[in-house]
């Protein structure tokens, strides 16, 4: 029995060990610590910095959308609640700055028009293949879900983007292709996006890479996780059920064992109790039995 369990604990052993090795030997193929940031949507109470949101919206608009599309996005999801909540008439306002292409009219023709709340983002270009040949043969992602598409999320997308280092002597880069310390084998085809000041903030905050860095990329979480602050509220809601459910169960549980908990007695004692009843009502019409 005793080496029967034996074997048991060390089959165990074996196997943990096994699986810390494997994982770790995986990890540590191109394992860059990302930069770690205490953002505010994290948690389970976490939400969103609405004026973050906001100018992120701004850095995407000025800057990444030149080569990124962000197709799952309407214009009017700028003013739902949980979002960057433009009012709908700031919303009116950014979408009648975009035209997109509508149609067909009568006389079978598509054509331009400013877009609406309604619409879907305007994109860069008109297909992958043109996005593809006009970015050197490299595809610059939809953004729509691109936070949640990549292992890391906020913090690998911030990093990414805080990441462009001059290369190693000796790392041979193409034209081109960029040198980032957090991108798969180092190398990247778009050329740092951000730096100081690159855009302009109407509500005083500074413009340093580091602060429009977080601004663009707590807005392409919202993007990926447009309903999180919700699910959060739904979250806390469920826990603060099952707090009360789990008391009410453990009160009942309480209650119902009190009767048999409440004297310990011995065997002998109950068969006594037991003994003394059976005399008590002997002879007796069990129906009477109270
Ligand atoms: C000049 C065009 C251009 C602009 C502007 C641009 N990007 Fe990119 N981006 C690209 C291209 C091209 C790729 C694909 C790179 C590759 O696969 O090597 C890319 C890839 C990415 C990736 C994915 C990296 C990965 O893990 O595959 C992220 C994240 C990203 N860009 C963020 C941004 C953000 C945020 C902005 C705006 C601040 C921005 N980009 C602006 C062209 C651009």
Redesign the pocket.
């Known amino acids: 029995m005793l080496v029967h369990s034996n074997n048991f604990l060390i089959k165990i052993i074996i196997f943990f060990f096994i699986l810390f090795t494997t994982s770790s030997a995986f990890s540590e193929e191109k394992k860059v610590d990302l930069i770690k940031t205490n953002w505010s949507f994290n948690g389970i109470f976490g939400t969103f910095d609405r004026a973050s949101l906001q100018r992120g919206y701004q850095?995407?608009q000025e800057?990444?959308?030149?080569?990124?599309s962000m197709q799952q996005l309407s214009y009017r999801n700028l003013s739902e609640e949980g979002g960057p909540e433009f009012s709908i008439e700031e919303v009116k306002a950014i979408a009648s700055q975009f035209e997109i292409e509508d149609g067909p009219n009568s006389d079978g023709e598509m054509f331009m028009r400013a877009a609406r709340p309604s619409d879907k983002f305007a994109k860069p270009y008109p297909n992958i293949e043109a996005?593809?040949a006009a970015?050197?043969g490299?595809?610059?992602?939809d953004?729509s879900v691109?936070a949640k598409a990549?292992v890391g999320g906020a913090d690998?997308?911030y990093s990414?983007?805080m990441g462009y280092e001059e290369a190693p002597p000796g790392f041979e880069l193409d034209d081109g292709?960029y040198y980032n310390k957090y991108?798969?084998g180092n190398?990247?085809?778009?050329?740092a996006?951000?730096s100081d000041g690159i855009v302009e903030y109407s509500d005083g905050t500074q413009t340093s890479a580091s602060q429009?860095?977080k601004d663009?990329?707590t807005f392409?979480v919202w993007a990926s996780e447009p309903h999180l602050e919700s699910q959060h509220r739904m979250g806390f809601k469920a826990i603060i059920y099952l707090i009360i459910l789990l008391t009410l169960v453990y009160m009942s549980k309480q209650k119902v064992w009190s009767r048999f908990n409440s004297k310990k007695e011995s065997e002998e004692e109950t068969f006594d109790k037991v003994e003394r009843t059976v005399t008590k009502y002997e002879g007796e019409d069990p129906k009477t039995f109270k």
């Open positions: 850095v995407y800057v990444c959308a030149g080569c990124h996005s593809t970015n050197g490299a595809y610059p992602p953004m691109l990549r690998y997308i990414l983007l292709v991108m798969a190398k990247i085809k778009m050329s996006p951000i429009i860095s663009v990329t392409l």
